[in-house]
């Protein structure tokens, strides 16, 4: 029951190359950069994300991209990444953009093992006809798209399918976590980390405070136990290490 690995070297060992991995995090917050930055140093390639967005230049999954690690990202954002778009453009990486509600449940779906499952969301748009650019070629024209999707009509409302997403491994980032996986996400870190979490085969989860089993009340526990393989637990300057994505001060 006890599931802590001694660093994050050692959680991600096993990552090989062509590996999918669902990450948590939305922007700065919540993202597993611990866990990120042993997977760059233990070199695997050929990656394939499915993360919100894929980090900033310089931060989060941006380090994995710079480094020329990922092929395929699923997400649902580009911006605030010129490393990402430039990649995405020149066809260096193929990219799947859904809605944000979409992906969300669509990993949500994976982790509760349902296969697929309709929603309004893109019905009309090319995320149902199909035609989205997933990859770019390198003279700029448009080399595989995205397919049509299935629809139904439910009472008079049409519905697109869209498929769960299970990943090989899932790392994600919790304030707390004990022994044996049972995860708390603070504030605006408990965003895509639990759903990521779910949808991963083997969840590995870098968490700021590590407790003793029963030290966290059940009712308190975001994620339980069972979606979760591997626990590292952070120094206290990896846990205090957040980024700010956009400062702002008041007058």
């Not at 990656?47 to 997400?75: F, H, K, M, Q, Y």
């Not at 296969?115 to 595989?144: H, K, N, Q, S």
């Not at 049409?158 to 976590?177: K, N, P, Q, S, W």
Request: proline share 5%; glycine share 16%; with cysteine.
């Amino acid at each position: 029951m006890d599931k802590v690995v001694a660093s994050a070297a050692e959680a991600v060992r096993d990552v090989g190359d062509g590996a999918s991995l669902a990450v948590g995090g939305f922007g700065l917050s919540g993202v597993p950069n611990t866990l990120i930055e042993a997977l760059r140093k233990a070199g695997p390639g050929g990656l394939r994300v499915v993360s919100n967005n894929c980090g900033v230049d310089g931060g989060g999954l941006g380090v994995l991209l710079e480094a020329g690690r990922i092929v395929r990202v699923t997400g649902s954002y580009i911006g605030d990444n010129r490393t990402f778009a430039r990649k995405y453009l020149g066809g260096e990486v193929e990219v799947e953009l859904i809605p944000q509600g979409t992906l969300a449940e669509r990993l949500r779906a994976g982790g509760c093992g349902i296969p697929a499952f309709y929603t309004p969301a893109g019905v009309g748009t090319a995320v149902a006809e199909g035609g989205l650019p997933w990859r770019y070629a390198p003279d700029g024209t448009v080399a595989v798209m995205s397919p049509v999707k299935e629809t139904r009509t439910f009472d008079g409302k049409t519905y697109v399918l869209e498929h769960g997403i299970t990943t090989d491994f899932a790392l994600v980032r919790a304030a707390r976590g004990d022994r044996h996986g049972n995860l708390v996400f603070a504030k605006a870190s408990r965003n895509f980390n639990p759903l990521a979490a779910m949808a991963g085969r083997i969840t590995v989860a870098e968490v700021e405070e590590l407790v003793e089993p029963g030290e966290i009340d059940p009712g308190h526990v975001h994620l339980p136990g069972v979606f979760v393989q591997r626990v590292v637990a952070l120094t206290p300057g990896q846990a205090a290490a957040k980024g700010i994505e956009k400062r702002t001060v008041r007058g």
